[in-house]
């Protein structure tokens, strides 16, 4: 949106080296984004062509370890991008040394977007740290967040009860009422709480307040529609033998319907693909970080393929 909007022209993306041709080949399929790839190799190339090393192109995606490098690292600030995008972004810990040079790079950067799953995997302070990459002047204090997030759990209820409300009532009672307008800092009129649009724009207001607010997003299912409904079927299990056994049957009795089974590990993945293999002749699509380009591909046909 913002290269079509004209708001991005030059956008570098850092991502996990074992990711690096799979976001190349992702990019180009999904969005028709021809991204650059530099890493050594390519660096050194350019450098010998003389100039900056990557403002010969407008859209470049490096792997992780390139902000080690101590040559070509520290020229990725030399460069005015206009977006940074970081995928995995709880591997990024303000302890690694290539962190300050994340922070100088984030500095110098219009937009910026971290992406994970996790934002918390490496703790509460480690996440923190990668707030303030977004926004160094909101998330000033570890402290200070923290206790400001303790005093929106304590909201939260208040909140529910405004988001909830309907038609021209005023949803709280006079406590509920003072509460809210102590943290507000300014009284609170019944009006104001009994009128819709009055309180759609105090939500907006203390979405805006809140810790993170509109620096990160969410992409719960509730929020990006179009999924199937959750269907929870649990089944007690002694041993891995019986789990192998459970699962074959389940195979067994619903072929040709195709499943997939979301693992703790990657070791624990592959070792349950070759109990499948091994005892009852079934081959499984296997798909782990380690994986090279070509080797998710063909796992990916092979799930794909009617047979």
């Known amino acids: 949106r913002r290269l ?12 996990p080296d ?32 003389g100039g900056d090393v990557f403002a010969s192109e407008q859209l470049v995606l490096i792997p992780q370890s390139l902000l080690r490098h101590p040559t070509w690292g520290p020229q990725l600030t030399a460069v005015n991008w206009d977006l940074l995008v970081f995928d995995e972004a709880h591997q990024l810990h303000p302890e690694q040394p290539q ?39 909101r998330f000033y204090d570890h402290q200070a967040f923290v206790a400001e997030q303790q005093r929106y759990h304590e909201l ?12 021209d009532t005023n949803p709280l009672n ?5 509460a809210l307008a102590e943290f507000l800092q300014r009284s609170l009129s019944t009006d104001v709480l009994s009128d819709p649009a009055s309180r759609q724009a105090l939500l907006d207001e203390l979405l805006d307040m809140h810790g993170t607010g509109r620096v990160m997003f969410r992409n719960a ?23 192998i056994d459970w699962l074959q049957q389940l195979l ?40 090279s380009v070509l080797e998710r591909d063909r796992a990916a046909a092979f799930f794909a393929s009617p047979e």
């Not at 079509?4 to 991502?15: A, E, K, N, T, Y």
């Not at 939260?156 to 038609?167: K, R, S, T």
């Not at 649990?234 to 789990?243: K, Q, T, W």
């Open 4 to 15: 079509l909007s004209g708001r991005s022209q030059r956008i570098i993306v850092i991502v």
């Open 18 to 49: 074992s990711l690096t041709h799979q976001w190349i080949i992702e990019l180009q399929r999904r969005f028709a984004l021809r991204f650059s790839l530099f890493d050594e190799e390519r660096c050194e190339q350019a450098a010998l062509d």
């Open 99 to 137: 962190f300050a040079l994340m922070r100088e790079l984030c500095q110098v950067t219009a937009g910026v977007l971290l992406l994970t799953a996790t934002p918390e995997q490496a703790g509460a302070e480690a996440h923190f740290a990668r707030l303030q990459l977004l926004d160094p002047e």
């Open 156 to 167: 939260a209820p208040l909140v529910g009860a405004l988001a909830d409300a309907a038609g």
């Open 174 to 178: 006079a406590t509920q009422t003072d």
């Open 221 to 243: 299912r509730v929020l990006v529609g179009g999924f199937p409904e959750r269907h929870l079927v649990p089944h007690e299990l002694d041993d891995e033998a019986a789990v």
């Open 252 to 291: 067994k009795q619903h072929r040709p319907d195709k499943f997939i089974l979301i693992c703790k590990s990657t070791a624990g993945a592959l070792d349950l693909a070759e109990q499948l293999r091994i005892r009852f002749g079934l081959h499984a699509a296997v798909f782990h970080e380690g994986l």
